[in-house]
């Protein structure tokens, strides 16, 4: 066996001085990315409420660099938002059109329709329900509920000239419902700039309804929009997790060429979903209208279609848990507004803290979905 010969003249065999730089070697390993098929319910709502931690975190950074201080950003978003009274019951009553808007953004979402359009949806809803009051239809004592079937009915309305438009010529929903909230908005303001004016005072809004025709208060001044607001979003968890339709909706979700080679009636289930989801938007409209403003405004539907796509994302489409969203997200509505009043954030700060929330509720569905092992 030859023999290599060191600085020292010590003996050393050639096979152990070429083995001894691998047995310093120090292996890293290497990272492996992979898929969770069925991720738990739990982890996925982990995922969620870390997200909204992280954004909560990140909007309370943004603020303290815009100069509201740190001590009062924990006093405005906890304190004065869940222990006020007042602010509580504004809370309460901002819950109510936003659970609504949110659980009709999840049943269309559920089909693979993106319905951008739940603001003009709202706008048709108030408008229907005005017209009810307005024109004097029916007996008073059953005008409230005759406006919030009308309600209904003019936020599908308003629905199916997109929905129509998608099933039958594949034109892109997304595009089709952003234009129509355009045309219910100019059609809302020509309203109340002309021929519905409140001539009273001829500002632009109409005449206020009758006492008959606006929500009753049922506990502690919240008046009835928000147990109805409740009561849709079980009745939509009951439709799509106990009935036939909601499997149906889960197999178009899944692989609509599947689910219509299996004999899933895709146009019958996926317009369903469509109208429903815009039923919901329709009372939202209504909600403001009768339970808030008390007539119709120009600004019946302002903030509600953009946060109930974000209430349906953070939500994942399911509508019980679109409750609690709702919920969070009218804090962050009724808190938004105290800082602009005595901090002078500016409105597009508001913007930016949902922005920061949707990312990163968005970044959570990677750790949602996907596993990363470190193997050596």
């Not at 979905?369 to 193997?375: A, F, K, S, T």
Request: some cysteine; glycine content about 6%; aromatic content about 10%.
């Amino acid at each position: 066996m030859p023999e290599l010969r060191t600085p020292e003249s010590a003996t050393v065999p050639l096979e152990a001085t070429l083995a001894a730089p691998r047995q310093r070697r120090f292996k890293l390993g290497r990272l492996v990315l992979s898929i969770r098929e069925h991720p738990s319910t739990w982890r996925q709502a982990a995922a969620i409420g870390i997200a909204v931690l992280v954004g909560l975190a990140l909007s309370c950074i943004t603020l303290m660099l815009a100069g509201v201080p740190a001590d009062e950003i924990a006093d405005e978003f906890i304190v004065q938002t869940f222990f006020d009274p007042d602010n509580f019951r504004a809370v309460l009553a901002q819950a109510a059109p936003l659970v609504l808007v949110g659980v009709g953004a999840a049943l269309a979402f559920r089909v693979n329709f993106w319905n951008l359009g739940l603001g003009g949806q709202m706008i048709f809803g108030a408008t229907f329900a005005t017209a009810v009051s307005f024109y004097h239809i029916g007996p008073e004592a059953t005008r409230l509920p005759l406006m919030l079937l009308a309600a209904c009915l003019g936020g599908m309305m308003w629905m199916l000239i997109p929905a129509l438009l998608n099933i039958r010529l594949q034109i892109n929903e997304i595009i089709s419902t952003l234009l129509m909230n355009y045309i219910a908005q100019y059609f809302l303001l020509y309203l109340v700039y002309g021929p519905w004016i409140d001539t009273k005072d001829n500002f632009p809004h109409s005449p206020p309804y009758l006492a008959a025709e606006r929500l009753p208060d049922v506990l502690l001044g919240i008046n009835g929009a928000l147990p109805l607001a409740a009561l849709v979003g079980i009745a939509a968890w009951w439709l799509v997790s106990r009935t036939r339709l909601g499997i149906y909706m889960r197999f178009v979700q899944a692989n609509p060429r599947m689910a219509f080679a299996t004999g899933v009636p895709l146009v019958a289930t996926t317009l369903t979903a469509i109208l429903i989801s815009a039923l919901c938007a329709g009372l939202a409209g209504f909600v403001v209208a009768a339970g808030q403003e008390g007539r119709l405004t120009q600004s019946v539907s302002n903030g509600y279609g953009v946060s109930g796509v974000l209430i349906a994302f953070m939500a994942r489409n399911n509508p019980v848990a679109a409750l609690l969203v709702a919920f969070l997200v009218a804090a962050l509505f009724v808190t938004s507004q105290s800082l602009q009043v005595f901090h002078q954030i500016p409105f597009a700060m508001v913007q930016l803290i949902q922005a920061i929330i949707v990312i990163c509720v968005a970044a959570s569905e990677f750790a949602i979905r996907h596993r990363l092992r470190l193997i050596r």
